[in-house]
């Protein structure tokens, strides 16, 4: 296959994920995360599959991450009322780390034009800096790490840079804990109908992502001088 072809074939796969992508967050992720925003059906609707229920859970957590227009905040916090905090918090980090697998190996075969599917040539520009050998680990851990930066994002994002699928994996299941603890705490506790537990907790959630956002903005503005 000569390289006219093979991009051709890489373009022509790009469209199919993208009208995959449309028609997945239309009939599926609209309706999902309308029942993850009310956390009570949402129980209900996971003990309606029995012992598939969590497989059923983990499948929507990955079909978050890969289609980056799903909101993924509804979702962990309906894990830890449906689930509880400790088997919330760890079936939803299985899905991020079966989506983060899925879109790296994505981006790793299709290239750039799969990232522009979701976020806009100057964005990724943005974060070029994370193409630094030196600095590539610490800054996107970093990023991984605080609530309120585009972890979504940040997913794709990878798949573009030198790091390993191993090194990439390590930094997701490390580096989206604290957030996501928080998320499931709160809904665990809103669960349990312990509504003050669940308020301070929801209050750090979003005390920790409007700080997590200001840092983001302050290391993309620096990096961009």
Not at 93 to 111: C, P
Not at 193 to 208: E, F, N, P, Q, R
Request: charged share 15%; glycine share 8%.
């Amino acid at each position: 296959m000569t390289d006219k072809h093979k991009k051709l074939a890489a373009c022509i796969a790009v469209l199919i994920f993208l009208l995959f992508c449309i028609a997945v967050s239309y009939y599926i992720g609209v309706p999902m995360v309308r029942l993850a925003e009310d956390p009570a059906e949402f129980r209900r609707w996971v003990d309606s599959y029995g012992v598939f229920g969590r497989l059923v859970f983990i499948g929507m957590v990955v079909l978050q991450v890969i289609v980056a227009f799903i909101p993924g905040e509804p979702i962990e916090l309906a894990a830890g009322y449906a689930f509880g905090f400790w088997e919330g918090t760890l079936l939803t980090l299985a899905g991020f780390l079966i989506g983060s697998w899925a879109v790296f190996l994505l981006v790793r075969k299709l290239g750039v034009k799969l990232v522009e599917i979701f976020f806009s040539t100057e964005k990724i520009r943005t974060f070029s800096f994370l193409n630094n050998p030196k600095k590539t680990k610490t800054l996107a851990f970093l990023l991984m790490l605080i609530p309120g930066t585009p972890k979504d994002f940040l997913s794709y994002f990878a798949g573009l840079t030198t790091l390993s699928m191993k090194t990439w994996l390590l930094i997701v299941a490390v580096g989206r804990l604290p957030s996501l603890v928080t998320s499931t705490a709160t809904g665990a506790a809103a669960g349990q109908k312990d509504y003050v537990l669940s308020a301070i907790m929801l209050g750090i959630t979003l005390l920790l992502t409007a700080t997590g956002i200001l840092y983001y903005r302050f290391v993309c503005k620096k990096q961009s001088q």
